[in-house]
């Protein structure tokens, strides 16, 4: 009786490891694709599914952004924009990207603005880095060649005001975002983390299948530093940030920051440190995340408590000095705070 059941036994064990084997192998794995874009700009996309080398498919996607929107390619579609006061539209991202910066600067109180380029160069934040000399006079001049709404496009072609300018440097990284996932999408993959330069936007689960999990840092940390301020989960949304602390100088015992009110040509000057924007695709978490730090918490928090699309986490100080936060109702249940 003994040699059957031992027989038994054995093919039960067999049938257990066939069985395990085989659902480890048919399980999606994690893929992981990294590189640079737009210069120096490391990017990092995360999916499940099979192995394949979707990494050719998502740079060439990535080369033909910069070639349309690259202020520093001198025969790209916005340089040739930018030197003629009009442009034809050669490739499929020009209109959408001008459709979205159009919503925004009309939803912000034209705090959103591609145009300020010219301003945010002269107050030091362009290719030269270089430390100005500003007067009242000069920032009046430029704000001469400044304004957004002085722009008319459609779905063919777009014209500027002439010694206008338009940059949309602002919003690329979550343009390129949304771009990369809808390759994905094209090519049957539901889970997936693409990430550029910070720029987040996350589907369906990771390879423990649960939500993705993305760090938002301690804005008050120096530049060199990296400290996690909270956690945040995100399931078919784009998360983006904006802030001052990781692009300013200082000068005569003045800190100047990159963001620049484009309503004043000065410095957007309050105590909001970083905000971060979730929304439903990544170049509109971008662009609204851009326009909350020149508007300031308050006119900020009143758009994201009308608008259901979107939510977000205000990192600031208060009276005080104290670092403190105010956070969104809808994204609450999905972020943590971390203690130091």
Same mark, same amino acid.
């Given at each position: 009786?003994?040699k059957?059941?031992l027989i038994?036994?054995?093919l039960?064990l067999i ?8 659902n480890?192998d048919s399980?999606?794995r994690?893929?992981?694709?990294s590189?640079?874009t737009?210069? @120096?700009?490391a990017y990092n ?10 990494k #050719?498919d ?5 080369t033909?952004l #910069?070639? /349309?929107?690259s ?6 579609e916005?340089?040739?924009l930018? &030197? %003629?006061?009009q442009?034809?539209?050669e490739?499929d991202?020009?209109y ?5 910066? =159009?919503e925004?600067?009309?939803? %912000? ?11 945010a160069? $002269? ?8 430390i100005?000399?500003? /007067?009242?006079?000069?920032v ?6 400044v304004g957004f709404d002085?722009?008319?496009f459609d779905?063919?072609?777009v014209l500027?005001p002439?010694n206008h300018q ?5 919003i $690329?990284?979550?343009?390129a975002?949304?771009l990369?996932a809808?390759?994905l ?6 889970n997936?983390m ?7 936007? +996350?589907k369906?689960?990771n390879?423990?299948?649960? @939500?993705?999990?993305?760090?938002i840092?301690?804005p @008050?940390?120096?530049k &060199? ?5 909270a956690?945040?989960r ?5 998360l983006?940030? &904006?802030g001052?602390?990781?692009n300013y100088?200082? =000068? ?7 963001i620049i009110?484009p309503r %004043?040509?000065y410095n957007?000057t309050h105590g909001l440190l970083?905000v971060s924007?979730? $929304?439903?695709d +990544?170049i509109?978490?971008?662009a609204f995340a851009t ?8 006119d /900020?928090?009143?758009?994201v408590e009308? #608008? #259901?699309?979107?939510?977000a986490?205000?990192?600031y100080q208060?009276?005080?000095?104290n670092l %403190?936060n105010l956070?969104?109702?809808? *994204?609450?249940?999905?972020?943590? *705070? =971390? /203690?130091?």
């Amino acid at each position: 009786m003994k040699k059957p059941a031992l027989i038994g036994l054995g093919l039960m064990l067999i049938i257990a490891f066939l069985w395990r084997t085989y659902n480890q192998d048919s399980k999606p794995r994690l893929i992981h694709v990294s590189g640079l874009t737009m210069g @120096t700009i490391a990017y990092n996309v995360k999916y499940l599914g099979e192995p394949g080398d979707l990494k #050719n498919d998502i740079d060439l996607v990535l080369t033909e952004l #910069n070639q /349309s929107l690259s202020t520093y390619i001198p025969d790209s579609e916005i340089s040739r924009l930018n &030197s %003629t006061g009009q442009l034809n539209f050669e490739s499929d991202y020009f209109y959408p990207v001008l459709q979205v910066s =159009k919503e925004v600067f009309l939803a %912000t109180n034209k705090t959103f603005d591609p145009s300020i380029g010219p301003l945010a160069q $002269a107050w030091g934040f362009g290719p030269d880095k270089k430390i100005p000399e500003m /007067s009242q006079a000069k920032v009046d001049s430029l704000m001469a060649i400044v304004g957004f709404d002085k722009v008319t496009f459609d779905e063919n072609s777009v014209l500027i005001p002439e010694n206008h300018q338009l940059d949309f440097g602002a919003i $690329a990284k979550g343009y390129a975002v949304d771009l990369v996932a809808e390759l994905l999408e094209e090519n049957n993959i539901h889970n997936y983390m693409v990430e550029i330069g910070g720029e987040v936007r +996350c589907k369906g689960i990771n390879e423990k299948e649960k @939500t993705w999990t993305l760090g938002i840092e301690d804005p @008050t940390v120096e530049k &060199s530093e990296r400290r996690l301020y909270a956690v945040a989960r995100l399931q078919d949304r784009a998360l983006a940030t &904006s802030g001052n602390y990781r692009n300013y100088y200082e =000068k005569d015992g003045r800190i100047y920051a990159h963001i620049i009110d484009p309503r %004043t040509g000065y410095n957007a000057t309050h105590g909001l440190l970083s905000v971060s924007v979730f $929304a439903a695709d +990544c170049i509109t978490a971008d662009a609204f995340a851009t326009a909350f730090m020149v508007l300031g918490m308050e006119d /900020s928090f009143a758009i994201v408590e009308e #608008n #259901n699309d979107l939510d977000a986490i205000f990192i600031y100080q208060d009276d005080q000095g104290n670092l %403190t936060n105010l956070i969104s109702e809808g *994204i609450k249940p999905f972020v943590e *705070i =971390k /203690s130091f």
